[in-house]
């Protein structure tokens, strides 16, 4: 199957101009975190100041979330059952971005980034609490096992009734009380006929827009051609953002001809060679590893 056969296309609607806001922060929560002086000097912390001290700090599953929320309702779509391991390979690579875990190394017989287990790097907590859950979850695990397997744990969709335990619950909930305290959501009640939900509706557009423009940016005008120069937590955000089908959310407001350059790029990322691009000097292989397992 071609991995990018699940772009979606859109529906073309009249734009009134091609997105607003400026740069999004694409950092996660705690930019001072402890790392190895390999890794540090390698994604140092993947720039994660963009200029903006007081610019508002995401998580990647934060943004991704609020990608996938309705502005004015605060809800996901119903129809969308991707968002949910979309969310756990974020926290993965932001594990893997933190320094806390790593890919075991391939060994004389060169295994693949599918079968290579998942390791604790360390164990010293992030300050995220779903971040710590799963690193929790992680360092009790022996043997270890791989991306593919604690995607499915993660997200209790596993057959082995011993693995449930490692089930995060109410992520998308949990996430949103985060953009709750961040100012970027508000909370409400909404009546849906037989029951009521809590929903999360969009206070500061601000936020949103500054992460649209940034991805938009990304693929058209900061375009580099290059995965290997790419900001890691962007090129992380692409690819999860397509694995939770919520990557036509940052596109939709551009005109028709960015809007084709933009998912054309995509769809080059989409069909690079994970294995290869895994293998080159200073690649992130978490990032890879995450990658290849949404497209098996």
Known sequence: ??????LVRRAVKPRENGGEGGAAGLNANTPDDNQDSH?????QEDNIDDGDSKETRLTLMEEVLLLGLKDKEG???FWNDCISSGLRGCILIE???RGRVMIEKSGMRRRGLCTRKLILKSDQQTGDVLLDEALKHIKETDPPETVQSWIEYLSGETWNPLKLRYQLKNVRE???KNLVEKGVLTTEKQNFLLFDMTTHPLSDNVVKCRLVKKIQDSVLSKWVNDPQRMDKRMLALIFLAHASDV???????LNDDDYEV???????LLDLDFETEAAKPNANEILWAVFMAFTK
């Open 174 to 176: 949990r996430l949103a």
């Open 1 to 6: 199957m071609n991995r990018s056969d699940g």
């Open 262 to 268: 933009a998912m054309k790029r995509v769809r080059e």
């Open 75 to 77: 809800y996901t779509s």
């Open 39 to 43: 890794d540090g000097n390698k994604d």
């Open 247 to 253: 990557i036509e959310n940052a596109f939709a407001p």
């Open 95 to 97: 594990l893997g971005i």
